[in-house]
C-alpha cells in the first residue's frame, strides 16, 4: 500500500506540472514519436534511448515494466485485453504512463519511478523549454497540488542540480511527512521532443536519493 501511495503522489506532482509551466513554453525541436519514448526492460536491465538512460537494477530491488507499472498505476484499467499499441496510444492522447517501478525489497520505502507524458503546446510559442525553466514554473503549483492532495503534510521544495546519468540536471527536491514519517523525494525532467520523461525517486532515508540515483547511466 505505501509503494502504490508513493506513486499516486508521483502522478499528482507530475499532472501538476502541465498549466503551471507549459502555458508558456514550446516543445524543442524534433520529431519524435510515442513509441519511441517507451524503454524496454530485459531482466534487470532497463533502457530508454530516447530520453538517453538506462540502469541496472540491483538484485534486492524489485522491477516493473512499462507495461506492468502502468497497469499497476492505473489498476488494470481497461488495459488487460489491450493490444501491443496501448502505451504508444496513451501517449498521443495525453495520457501519462509508468515506464518504469523498481522498489528495494526491504523496509527503506526507497522506490524509483520513470513517467512519459505528451506536452501540448501552442505552435506560436516558440520558447525553447528547459529543465530550470520548467521546475522554476511548476514549483508553486506541485507544492499546491501536494497539500491538496493529502498525501504529504509540511511540505517543502527546493530546486539545485544533481549527477544524474552522466550529467548534471536540475532536480527538485521535496520533503515533508506521510502519517507522521519523514519523506524525501526527488524529481529529475527530461526534455525530448513534444515528450517529457519524469523521474521520481522516494526514500525515508534523504542521503539515499543520491545513492539510488547512481543506478542510472546514460544509453
Keep these: 500500500m505505501k509503494k502504490i501511495l508513493c506513486m499516486i503522489l508521483a502522478l499528482v506532482m507530475v499532472l501538476s506540472l502541465v498549466p503551471a509551466a507549459f502555458a508558456e513554453a514550446a516543445a524543442r525541436e524534433g520529431d519524435v514519436k510515442a513509441s ?68 528495494a525489497m526491504d523496509n527503506s520505502g526507497d522506490n524509483i519511478n520513470i513517467q512519459v507524458q505528451k506536452s501540448a503546446f501552442n505552435l506560436l510559442q516558440k520558447a525553447v523549454l528547459t529543465e530550470e525553466k520548467l521546475i522554476e514554473a511548476s ?35 521535496v520533503s515533508g511527512t506521510m502519517y507522521g514519517v519523514p519523506v524525501y523525494e526527488r524529481m529529475v525532467m527530461l526534455l525530448k521532443g513534444d515528450y517529457m520523461g519524469v523521474v521520481t525517486g522516494f526514500s525515508l532515508d534523504k542521503d539515499a536519493l543520491a545513492k539510488n540515483f547512481a543506478m542510472f547511466t546514460a544509453a
Excluded at 42 to 49: F, I, L, M, V
Excluded at 157 to 162: A, F, K, N, R, V
Design 139 to 173: 514549483m508553486e503549483e506541485v507544492e499546491k497540488s501536494l497539500k491538496d492532495s493529502g498525501l504529504m503534510d509540511e511540505v517543502k521544495l527546493e530546486m539545485g542540480s544533481c549527477e544524474f546519468a552522466g550529467k548534471t540536471h536540475a532536480c527538485l527536491d
Design 36 to 103: 519511441d519514448m517507451i524503454g524496454t526492460l530485459e531482466g534487470k536491465r532497463y533502457e530508454n534511448k530516447a530520453l538517453g538512460i538506462g540502469a541496472e537494477i540491483p538484485e534486492t530491488w524489485q522491477v516493473f515494466s512499462p507495461e506492468e507499472a502502468t497497469r499497476l498505476m492505473y489498476d488494470g484499467f481497461d488495459l488487460l485485453e489491450a493490444d501491443s499499441d496501448w502505451l504508444a496510444r496513451m501517449l498521443e492522447e495525453n495520457e501519462s504512463i509508468f515506464d518504469l517501478y523498481t522498489a
